[in-house]
């Protein structure tokens, strides 16, 4: 994932538009501070190798910021080359008078990418947050032409060809190495594609402090989440200090999906663990983790000491899995549905009304085939609008919901939501959704907000992923087994020796 600062503010296109329409009857001069923000980044990004900087200008005001950039540059004495597909000058006011400019500072401009030649740096000003139809003709070939290019690509404010929105792309888009993001992030920089294209993220709100007063729906979910979730242990403490989790699941020949939560909900810190199975083979103990007490599922369910409870790691598709799952919606915790517990939800509207009517909170941990399942149409469907998928699936179901993926999107019933920055590749292999679900239930168990324990766990889960990876393990062949140490070694403060 991009390197990005923490909690920031994620603004979608429509926020965006009002803000620079309030912005500029305010006589704020956004294209000029855009323009020079970009061109001293680009500075920075070029360094002293007397090379060529390319600037890539569209006809639009993404096209202007760029012209500005161009000027300071050539300022400041880098040799600048504009390549500016248009035969006709910009339409729109302001990226008309950078583009004049530009032409009367004695620049000039190329139709097309000069056939041969090294840079020190593209700078991408094609498309901005504009842009809702696919890239095809000229431009497309543009841009697979400097996508072939062996310098760095910053991309201003999102990356050309990339919807601001949802991060699918639009025909061809840009491979940036560094987006400069305008006033606010963009979901479609963190989400879907966006990760692959946007590079590391830079954030300039251009002066617009007053205007960003009012908290925005959206923001990250960046490593500060986990400074204070769990407080220091007191001394005085027992194992019943720490919650006890309930985690259902574990039907015939799924032993494995059950035991991957149980640990990970041990290793995290909960008092007491027990894992309730279906399967009338499963060991009595996990000979691996005998910390964790196995037993039938009908049992685990009713315990009255209960903390949280978690359902779906290896539940199967049973009906003796479905009356599991009505018994654990009609418990008065907190309760996490993962897996085929989502699927007996998606198929059954008695349980959805139930869980609709839960007094205490519900989490939802769908992927996209599940997400699709729950809201009753495609995965294409799903993906091409991850963050509006899930605020549908948290306003449907009134439960709090992450939509796993690249950029696992978190969403509340109140239409809050927040997008995660940690996480890579290695992730992508079985397992590693049973990790999470062990995870945040032992973050309700313990007494952790539920928005936080989800927000907390959803973080944990990627960043214990990179730290696996920044230990050499993966991402080729990572497995969720190994996240669950690295998770704990994350949670706990480092000690500090006097």
Not at 247 to 275: D, F, K, P, Q, S
Not at 295 to 305: F, K, S, T
Request: charged share 10%; glycine share 12%; aromatic share 4%.
């Amino acid at each position: 994932m991009p390197k990005i600062p923490h909690a920031t503010p994620i603004l979608q296109t429509n926020t965006l538009r009002l803000i620079e329409t309030q912005a500029l009857a305010a006589g704020q001069p956004l294209m000029a501070r855009a323009g020079l923000a970009a061109a001293a980044l680009g500075r920075n990004l070029a360094g002293e190798t007397g090379l060529p900087i390319l600037i890539l200008a569209g006809p639009g005001n993404n096209g202007g910021d760029a012209f500005i950039a161009a000027l300071h540059l050539r300022q400041w004495w880098y040799s600048v080359i504009v390549v500016y597909p248009q035969t006709e000058p910009p339409v729109a006011r302001e990226a008309l008078a950078a583009w004049q400019a530009w032409h009367s500072a004695g620049g000039t401009t190329h139709n097309i990418l000069p056939s041969s030649g090294r840079y020190a740096l593209v700078i991408d000003g094609l498309f901005g947050i504009g842009l809702k139809r696919a890239i095809t003709g000229t431009y497309a070939d543009l841009i697979g032409q400097v996508n072939q290019l062996s310098c760095p690509i910053l991309a201003i404010d999102v990356p050309s060809g990339l919807d601001a929105d949802t991060g699918m792309v639009m025909g061809e888009a840009i491979y940036a190495d560094h987006t400069l993001s305008l006033i606010a992030l963009k979901p479609g920089l963190l989400t879907l594609d966006g990760p692959d294209h946007s590079g590391d993220l830079h954030n300039v709100n251009l002066g617009l402090d007053d205007l960003l007063l009012t908290a925005p729906s959206g923001a990250t979910i960046a490593q500060e989440v986990l400074a204070h979730l769990l407080p220091p242990r007191p001394q005085h403490s027992h194992k019943g200090t720490y919650g006890s989790v309930g985690i259902l699941g574990g039907a015939n020949g799924m032993h494995g999906a059950l035991w991957l939560a149980t640990r990970a909900a041990l290793h995290l810190g909960a008092g007491r663990v027990y894992g309730g199975h279906l399967a009338a083979d499963s060991l009595p103990i996990d000979s691996n983790q005998p910390e964790v007490m196995l037993r039938p599922a009908a049992e685990v369910v009713q315990l009255p000491h209960l903390s949280a409870l978690a359902i779906g790691p290896g539940l199967g598709h049973s009906r003796a899995a479905a009356i599991l799952l009505a018994s654990a919606i009609a418990r008065p915790l907190p309760l996490l549905i993962d897996a085929d517990g989502l699927n007996h939800l998606a198929a059954n509207q008695e349980i959805k009304s139930q869980i609709i009517q839960r007094v205490s909170d519900t989490i939802l941990t769908p992927h996209p085939a599940e997400a699709a399942r729950l809201l009753h149409t495609t995965i294409p469907a799903i993906e091409a609008d991850r963050l509006a998928a899930a605020l549908q699936l948290a306003s449907t179901y009134q439960a709090s919901v992450v939509l796993k993926g690249n950029g696992s999107v978190c969403a509340w019933p109140d239409g809050q939501w927040a997008i995660n920055t940690s996480g890579n590749p290695g992730m992508a292999s079985a397992g590693m959704g049973d990790v999470l679900t062990g995870l945040i239930v032992a973050l309700l168990a313990q007494g952790v907000y539920p928005r936080h324990a989800l927000t907390g766990g959803v973080y944990l889960h990627g960043a214990a992923a990179d730290f696996c990876i920044s230990q050499g393990q993966g991402p080729i062949g990572l497995t969720a087994s190994e996240l669950i140490l690295a998770a704990r070694r994350l949670i706990n403060p480092p000690l500090h020796c006097h």
